[in-house]
């Protein structure tokens, strides 16, 4: 964690890159796994979803309608925990504690058995990441949990089960990311400040997308990726695989 002996700039760039590195060196195996997980969904005629709560729903939006990503992986959106779109902010940090409301977001949603969902929590503490990843696996929907799995060994879970995210996942991806989010403290500053999460997560949710599309290209199977609207051809280009993988897909 930076001290604040060199520019702010300088130090958080640092504490983000290490942790870059430190995850590249560390999780390849386990994004391997999950890029793999999805391919074979994808090929298997499954459907990919991602879902995260508050600062975690960046990382899951970040491929979703994605150009150079998996046209099919969806959103799973709970109303009131998605960003900070709900005033007052802290209702939806509120909401991401309320035990059975996973539950009632899967008996809604297209999700079915053979699909995959990532669950994108940095903590992994709350009620509702824990119920998405449990109660989804509970319907036979494959579970990849991006997760800072420090979490569960310096904090306590808030789930009645006494679990965490990553106990109900067929793969965790392991963000490395120190308790408590902030990377960088200073002289006078009274608290630590510039988290890293997003950066961290976002480069490992592309990471895992990246590890599908290639398995599937060497499978033999096309991957079916967005191209950029701003580049010639690319709004040709997306029609074509939107109407290709058009039931496979539910942001359309």
């Known amino acids: 964690m930076g001290t604040g002996e060199g520019t702010a700039t300088a130090d958080f760039f640092a504490a983000a890159i290490?942790?870059?590195?430190?995850?590249?060196?560390?999780?390849?195996?386990?994004?391997?796994?999950?890029?793999?997980?999805?391919?074979?969904?994808?090929?298997?005629?499954?459907?990919?979803?991602?879902?995260?709560?508050?600062?975690?729903?960046?990382?899951a939006q970040d491929v979703v309608y994605r150009a150079g990503g998996l046209a099919v992986v969806n959103l799973l959106a709970v109303p009131g925990v998605v960003g900070v779109d709900v005033h007052p902010a802290t209702l939806g940090s509120a909401l991401e504690r309320v035990s059975g409301l996973a539950g009632t977001v899967l008996d809604a949603s297209p999700l079915r058995e053979g699909d995959t969902l990532i669950v994108v929590s940095l903590s992994g503490r709350n009620a509702l990441p824990v119920e998405m990843a449990r109660d989804a696996r509970a319907r036979g929907v494959r579970v990849v949990g991006v997760t800072?799995?420090?979490?569960?060994?310096?904090?306590?879970?808030?789930?009645?089960?006494?679990?965490?995210l990553k106990d109900h996942c067929d793969v965790v991806v392991d963000s490395r990311v120190p308790v408590g989010d902030a990377t960088l403290t200073a002289p006078g500053v009274p608290a630590p400040f510039a988290p890293a999460?997003?950066?961290?997560?976002?480069?490992?949710m592309q990471a895992v997308v990246a590890t599908a599309a290639r398995s599937l290209a060497a499978r033999g199977i096309e991957p079916p990726l967005l191209r950029s609207g701003n580049v010639d051809?690319?709004?040709?280009?997306?029609?074509?695989?939107?109407?290709?993988?058009?039931d496979r897909i539910f942001h359309s």
């Open 18 to 59: 290490g942790l870059l590195r430190e995850v590249a060196e560390t999780e390849a195996g386990n994004v391997a796994a999950a890029g793999e997980l999805l391919a074979d969904t994808v090929a298997g005629g499954g459907r990919l979803f991602a879902f995260g709560a508050g600062h975690s729903s960046l990382a």
């Open 233 to 246: 051809g690319g709004h040709e280009w997306n029609a074509r695989v939107l109407a290709e993988y058009g």
């Open 197 to 204: 999460s997003t950066v961290v997560t976002s480069a490992l």
């Open 148 to 164: 800072s799995v420090e979490y569960a060994t310096r904090t306590t879970s808030r789930h009645a089960s006494g679990t965490f």
